[in-house]
């Protein structure tokens, strides 16, 4: 993954999660449901920014996926 598609992901994140508080907002009588998504996703944001900073800590080059079980254990 590079840098661009890392930078990519966590907009796209951050934009969903904009998109969840809207539906929260807008639709409060099924909010319970968007907010357990809304905590997973921010759950995701910090899982890829905790795997983002131990890549840049070790100097690691991302070749392949299996590369991120080793950051979420």
């Known amino acids: 993954m590079n840098c661009l598609n890392q930078e990519t992901?966590?907009?796209g994140n951050d934009e969903t999660i904009n998109h969840l508080e809207k539906i929260i907002v807008l639709y409060p009588d099924i909010s319970s449901e968007f907010e357990k998504l809304r905590n997973e996703?921010?759950?995701?944001?910090?899982t890829m920014k905790v795997y983002?900073?131990?890549?840049?800590?070790?100097?690691?080059?991302?070749?392949?996926?299996?590369?991120l079980k080793h950051w979420l254990i």
């Open 9 to 11: 992901s966590y907009a």
């Open 41 to 46: 996703y921010n759950i995701l944001g910090g």
């Open 52 to 67: 983002k900073n131990g890549v840049k800590k070790t100097g690691m080059k991302i070749k392949n996926r299996n590369n």
